[in-house]
C-alpha cells in the first residue's frame, strides 16, 4: 500500500479538548518532540515520547513531507511507517506547522490569535477596534467575527465591560461597548476557542471554561 493510500485510511482529527494534554496538542507535543530529539527519528519514537497515537502522528508526518518540513528515508520492502526514518529539513521555530493533509498552511483559526494577542497589548477596544487590530496583524477579521468572539469571551468571564453601548440619538447610531481583559484572565498565548457545541474552550488551560445556557420555552 503506498503512502497515500495509508494516509487516506486515516479517520478525521479528534476535537481540540480530546487531544490536548498539557495545554498543548497533538501536533504540538509530537513537533517539539521532533525538535528535541538527536538525529533521524522514527514515527514509533516521537509517538511515545509526545504521548501521541502512531497513525495520528504518521499521518502528520506525511502533512509535514508534503509541505516540506520533514524528509524520509525510503524503507524498501517495510512497512513505512514503522521502519522510516524521518529528518526535519525546514525548521518552523517552537510553533508546530500547521498544515492540512496536502501540506498547505491552514489559515483557520489565525483571526482567533491575532484577536486574543491584540486584547493582552492595546488594552480596551470595541468590536471595530478589535478586528482592525488583527488586520493590522495581517490577518482579516470581520467585525460579525470579533463581535462573536467578544460575546464568546465575555460569557466566559474573560472580559470585563467598561462602557456600555451608548446611543448617540434617534437615528444617529449608537456608540459601541468596550471591554478589557480582566485581571488575571490572559491565561496564556493559545486563544481560547468557540467550539461548534458553542463552549468556549481554553487549550492553555486544558479544559472548557464556558458553555452557553440552553433557553427554555419560558425565556422565549
Same mark, same amino acid.
Given at each position: 500500500m503506498s503512502v497515500e493510500q495509508q494516509? !487516506?485510511?486515516?479517520?478525521?482529527? #479528534? /476535537?481540540?479538548?480530546?487531544?490536548?494534554?498539557? @495545554?498543548? @496538542?497533538?501536533?504540538?507535543r509530537a513537533w517539539e518532540a521532533m525538535r528535541k530529539h538527536a538525529g533521524p527519528f522514527t514515527c514509533f519514537q516521537i509517538a511515545r515520547k509526545a504521548k501521541v497515537d502512531d497513525e495520528t502522528l504518521f499521518t502528520y508526518l506525511i502533512s509535514l513531507q508534503r509541505g516540506g518540513y520533514v524528509e524520509c528515508e525510503k524503507v524498501d520492502g517495510k512497512a513505512i511507517q514503522k521502519h522510516a526514518k524521518w529528518t526535519i529539513v525546514r525548521d518552523n521555530g517552537v510553533e508546530a506547522p500547521r498544515v492540512t493533509r496536502d501540506g498547505k498552511l491552514v489559515t483557520q483559526g489565525l483571526g482567533t490569535e491575532a484577536m486574543w494577542r491584540s486584547m493582552r497589548i492595546? @488594552? !480596551?477596544?470595541?468590536?471595530?477596534?478589535?478586528?482592525?487590530?488583527? !488586520?493590522?496583524?495581517?490577518?482579516?477579521?470581520? !467585525?460579525?467575527?470579533?463581535?462573536?468572539?467578544?460575546?464568546?469571551?465575555?460569557?466566559?468571564?474573560?472580559?470585563?465591560?467598561?462602557?456600555?453601548?451608548?446611543?448617540?440619538g434617534f437615528g444617529k447610531g449608537n456608540v459601541q461597548a468596550r471591554y478589557r481583559l480582566g485581571p488575571g484572565k490572559y491565561t496564556g498565548p493559545r486563544p481560547p476557542m468557540i467550539q461548534r457545541t458553542k463552549q468556549v474552550?481554553? /487549550?492553555?488551560?486544558?479544559?472548557?471554561?464556558? #458553555?452557553?445556557?440552553?433557553k427554555n420555552d419560558d425565556d422565549l
Open positions: 494516509v !487516506e485510511k486515516r479517520g478525521r482529527r #479528534k /476535537p481540540a479538548h480530546m487531544e490536548l494534554v498539557g @495545554g498543548k @496538542g497533538s501536533r504540538q492595546v @488594552g !480596551e477596544f470595541n468590536t471595530t477596534e478589535l478586528a482592525a487590530h488583527a !488586520e493590522a496583524a495581517g490577518v482579516k477579521v470581520s !467585525e460579525e467575527t470579533a463581535k462573536a468572539y467578544i460575546g464568546a469571551l465575555y460569557g466566559a468571564g474573560y472580559l470585563v465591560r467598561v462602557a456600555e453601548v451608548r446611543s448617540l474552550y481554553d /487549550p492553555n488551560l486544558s479544559q472548557v471554561v464556558w #458553555k452557553e445556557e440552553l
